[in-house]
Nanobody
Framework: QVQLVESGGGLVQPGGSLRLSCVASGSLFSILTMSWYRQAPGKQRELVAS???????TYGDSVKGRFTISRDNAKKTVYLQMNSLRVEDAAIYYC?????????WGQGTQVTVSS
């Protein structure tokens, strides 16, 4: 089993930055595609970014050029650096592991973007 724990969410002003972290338990992290999804109230969960085992990344159109996903296999951690945040980026951000859609999910971390 894989357990995922996110952290790093919070309140930020428009134009600000946050870095989310997701720590995985178990021994499978290095062979898993890891992703970040988000879900805003009344909206479907959407892919924000994913990173494969080789480091190849994919981004949702709305975050390209602003967000960066990375991973540290030694620390079993995937990161999401979010810059130039907009009000519409506010959502619960979920870490996912193992495919698209992910087989494993974290509990989510809230990101609020407001002045």
């Amino acid at each position: 089993q894989v357990q995922l724990v996110e952290s790093g969410g919070g309140l930020v002003q428009p134009g600000g930055s946050l870095r989310l972290s997701c720590v995985a338990s178990g021994s499978l992290f290095s062979i898993l595609t890891m992703s970040w999804y988000r879900q805003a109230p009344g909206k479907q969960r959407e892919l924000v970014a994913s990173i494969g085992t080789s480091g190849i990344t994919t981004y949702g159109d709305s975050v390209k050029g602003r967000f960066t996903i990375s991973r540290d296999n030694a620390k079993k951690t995937v990161y999401l650096q979010m810059n130039s945040l907009r009000v519409e980026d506010a959502a619960i951000y979920y870490c996912g592991g193992g495919g698209r859609p992910p087989a494993h999910w974290g509990q989510g971390t809230q990101v609020t973007v407001s002045s």
